[in-house]
């Protein structure tokens, strides 16, 4: 799921954090969607910014688009796990709301419960 970056003006991050997220932002233009992923993560450390998580959650979307059964199952729940970390930093995160909104939209109740994702740092804490 990509989004302007228009949308990021009011995202607060800092200027180390602002680079990783550009440079994960034109991995995933170029179709390096792990490299994109991995990027972001170290970008996540900035706990001060919902931005990093809430693009983990939009990769994590679009895997879990393309996958089915369990491996669908666990993609969206990882990715709803992002989306309210990131919410967790910045209620008022535009994109990471409208993330959570699609994927409780496309799901059935209780599918998308907090669980241990496992790996991909933050994204799967709550």
Known sequence: MRFDSGVWADIPINPAGRELVEAARQLQIAGNVKAAYETLVKAAADKTS??????????LYDAAAGASGEAKSRLSKQAAAAAREALARNERDPVAQELLRKLLDEQTPGSLAPADSGGGGAAGRR
């Open 50 to 59: 919902s931005m990093p998580m809430h693009m983990i959650a939009g990769i």
